[in-house]
């Protein structure tokens, strides 16, 4: 649970988006991956290069980690707005004292 966010089942959008952006970003990282590995000055390559598809798949990880903070902070959003997310804060506060 995250922001009072709480995934409901493996097919949830923010397990989608977190499980496809390890994956990406671990092809990224693991040493000899890619060419920018080894050649650092390849990262200054713009991603519309047919060959750079380490750059694109770089903004697509950058991509899906910004929808990972999105969409619990959008359901924070909604959630303060219907004045749930109160109510279920006095709950934890209260359980948390008794």
């Known amino acids: 649970m995250m922001y009072g966010y709480a995934p409901e089942s493996l097919d949830d ?27 650092p000055i390849l990262r200054h390559i713009p991603s519309w290069v047919p060959w750079a598809t380490a750059k694109k798949n770089a903004e697509k990880v950058r991509w899906l980690t910004q929808e990972m903070q999105r969409i619990p902070m959008e359901h924070v959003t909604t959630a303060m707005v219907s004045s749930q997310l109160h109510k279920e804060l006095l709950v934890q506060a209260v359980e948390l004292m008794s």
């Open 13 to 39: 959008p923010v397990i989608h988006v977190a499980d496809e952006g390890t994956r990406l970003a671990a092809s990224l990282i693991a040493p000899g991956a890619t060419l920018i590995n080894v050649l």
